[in-house]
């Protein structure tokens, strides 16, 4: 594709609802990387994959975060019994090989009421 | 591990006239360094990077900046701003070995005519 792309765009979910962000990066790119991003702050780091591979994910919250990348390309990011603590926005980004830049997707908007 | 720091969190400056956002980092192993462009409601946009070679790197809109090793230094430099630039500019690290992408805590610019 043309770039990162994250969907849905904007999600409001109930508090305890389970949720599922999905990310399709650029075709080819090996790494891939979640952040979430509270309001003005700068992006924090969640989790990324090498290929299929989780190689860290050391950012995750609570044992309610989960990401896979099964097939090495598309990406679901899901949060269990979501909390209002968890409204932000979250990021993915993908990148071909190390040391190259990281292409971001517009980013899902999560709003837990 | 890595981590940056970016001193401005707000920066107010006229059309027209220079801009300088300061990044600096610390990590026990050699770095690459990328700036980042935020606009309102946008994913993350790559202004330039710094890899190896030239301490002095350019890149999109007339933005440069200095790696400065022995400061531990990465600042974002434009020497006429437009309205347009108005933005949130954030600063990020990554070992040459692999890993996550590490951001600042981003400095928001704002040009006035």
């Known amino acids: 594709g043309a770039g990162v792309s994250q969907s849905p765009r904007y999600k409001v979910a109930k508090r305890g609802q389970d949720v599922a962000l999905r990310c399709d990066p650029i075709s080819g790119h090996v790494s891939l990387f979640w952040y979430q991003q509270a309001l003005g702050q700068g992006p924090e780091f969640l989790t990324y994959?090498?290929?299929?591979?989780?190689?860290?994910k050391s950012g995750l919250p609570s044992d309610r975060f989960f990401a896979e990348r099964p097939e090495g390309s598309v990406s679901t990011l899901k949060i269990q019994r979501t909390q209002q603590e968890d409204s932000a926005v979250y990021l993915c980004?993908?990148?071909?090989?190390?040391?190259?830049?990281?292409?971001f997707g517009q980013g899902t908007r999560l709003t837990v009421v | 591990a890595q981590s940056v720091t970016q001193l401005d969190s707000q920066v107010p400056v006229f059309e027209e006239a220079p801009v300088e956002l300061r990044c600096n980092y610390s990590?026990?192993?050699?770095?690459?360094l990328f700036w980042y462009v935020q606009y309102p409601n946008q994913g993350l946009q790559l202004l330039l990077k710094y890899l190896s070679g030239s301490t002095l790197v350019k890149g999109i809109n007339g933005f440069e900046a200095e790696f400065n090793k022995s400061q531990t230094s990465f600042h974002l430099r434009k020497p006429s701003v437009h309205i347009s630039d108005t933005a949130e500019y954030f600063c990020a690290v990554i070992s040459n070995q692999g890993g996550k992408l590490i951001f600042g805590q981003g400095t928001e610019l704002s040009v006035k005519p």
């Open positions: 980004a993908s990148s071909p090989i190390l040391g190259t830049e990281a292409f």
């Open positions: 994959f090498q290929n299929e591979a989780q190689l860290d």
């Open positions: 990590s026990s192993v050699s770095v690459y």
